[in-house]
């Protein structure tokens, strides 16, 4: 499965280059996560996503795919700070600051 392939890559490779080169997979892999997601698997897909924007800020900073993880980041990070004030937890609004320093 797409997941698989995903936990494939993460697991062996650290390269830069070859994460940046998997990102379509990422991307779909992330749209069909996130259609059927739980808090839980919204902070996986952050935590993934981190790892695949610093390989694009190694490799290839200006794409159209890393604009597009920079957002989707800032989105999620926007839904985990929500979620920690519906529920009086701390710490997301350090990662919404972080993407909207990367954003910049």
Same mark, same amino acid.
């Given at each position: 499965s797409?997941?698989d392939m995903?936990?494939?890559i993460?697991?062996?490779?650290?390269c830069n280059?070859?994460r940046?080169s998997?990102a379509?997979?990422y991307?779909?892999?992330?749209n069909t996560?996130?259609?059927?997601?739980?808090?839980?698997k919204?902070?996986?897909? %952050?935590?993934?996503?981190t790892?695949? @924007?610093? +390989?694009?800020? /190694?490799v290839n900073?200006?794409?159209?795919?890393?604009?597009?993880i920079?957002h989707?980041c800032?989105?999620l990070?926007?839904v %985990?700070?929500?979620h920690?004030l519906? @529920?009086? +937890?701390?710490? /997301?609004?350090?990662q919404?600051?972080?993407?909207?320093?990367q954003?910049?």
């Amino acid at each position: 499965s797409m997941r698989d392939m995903i936990q494939t890559i993460e697991q062996n490779l650290s390269c830069n280059e070859i994460r940046v080169s998997y990102a379509q997979l990422y991307l779909e892999y992330f749209n069909t996560a996130l259609a059927q997601s739980d808090i839980d698997k919204i902070n996986d897909i %952050l935590k993934l996503a981190t790892r695949l @924007h610093f +390989s694009f800020v /190694a490799v290839n900073n200006a794409c159209t795919e890393h604009l597009s993880i920079l957002h989707m980041c800032y989105d999620l990070a926007g839904v %985990l700070h929500t979620h920690a004030l519906q @529920h009086k +937890s701390e710490g /997301a609004m350090t990662q919404v600051r972080f993407w909207t320093e990367q954003l910049k």
